[in-house]
């Protein structure tokens, strides 16, 4: 059997919610207060949501905030906690606007695009129990405009990355190999 939890955020708090979805259907909203408020009524606050393929982690890009909040969830029971991190829950980037993130496959690499003119690609290292506050400079996105978009794990373990407004994508071919990533 088959189960996938569906998580959002509420606007004007810091209240995720997290829905178990099986083949009964929905579960109840479980609700739990972590990481940044996002401000009520801010076109600003957007930016990818993304689980660590394990299940354990949150990565939240806060587009206006200029940093991505990095969270323990509990694939268990859904819900969502500020672990005891450096700040103790966000990774400060270098990026303008944080927008994609997304974990590597082996869930201990997270990597950020900003939504920016010639934006870049950074990596964080996040292994368990060591949480990296400085990054890697990956590469910077190709494409028409060199703005930032979505990052995204493909079937093959492989990261796809796309330019705003650009039908072309780039690729990161070894996301679990840090700075030997291939990008």
Not at 106 to 127: M, P
């Amino acid at each position: 059997d088959t189960t996938y939890w569906v998580i959002t955020h509420g606007i004007g708090d810091d209240i995720f919610h997290a829905f178990h979805v099986t083949s009964s259907g929905v579960g109840p909203d479980i609700t739990s207060a972590a990481g940044t408020v996002y401000t009520v009524n801010s076109p600003g606050d957007i930016g990818y949501l993304k689980a660590s393929p394990d299940g354990k982690r949150l990565a939240a890009a806060l587009w206006m905030h200029g940093r991505v909040d990095l969270l323990d969830f509990s694939n268990v029971t859904g819900v969502v906690s500020n672990p005891d991190y450096p700040d103790p829950y966000f990774i400060p980037v270098l990026s303008q606007n944080p927008y994609g993130v997304s974990f590597s496959p082996n869930n201990d690499i997270l990597y950020e695009v900003g939504n920016e003119l010639n934006a870049t690609v950074y990596q964080f290292n996040v292994t368990p129990g060591y949480v990296s506050t400085t990054s890697n400079v990956v590469g910077a996105i190709s494409g028409s405009n060199g703005r930032g978009g979505a990052i995204q794990i493909g079937p093959d373990g492989k990261l796809y990355l796309n330019s705003y407004l650009s039908n072309s994508l780039d690729v990161i071919n070894y996301p679990n190999l840090g700075s030997g990533c291939n990008y």
